[in-house]
């Protein structure tokens, strides 16, 4: 069999109807419950009196991750490792946003 757009549109339909299915047959048997309590909102820290993120404020006035000693808990090493990972991300979503977009004027 061969899969084509329109097979997979159907399978990813037939999916759809069977996920909502189960989420009706969930809801009646009260499998989940939806209760106020149960409904967490960003407005809680300003009930609680924590107030709002201040956007003016610089991250040296925060609390960044510290050890008791005052060292970074992110080593140097890690740095490196998550720097080249964010950089090679980088590189591929350009070089492959280039290729998409050569090959659409194509």
Partial sequence: MEFTIGTLVLVSFVVSLVALVVLIWTISRSEMRFAQANAHTIFEAEARGEGLDDPGTRPEQTGSPQGR???SLVPESSRRIILFVFATAT????????????????
């Fill in 69 to 71: 000693d005052g060292d």
């Fill in 91 to 106: 590189l591929w979503l350009l070089l492959g946003s280039s290729f998409g977009l050569i090959a659409s004027r194509r």
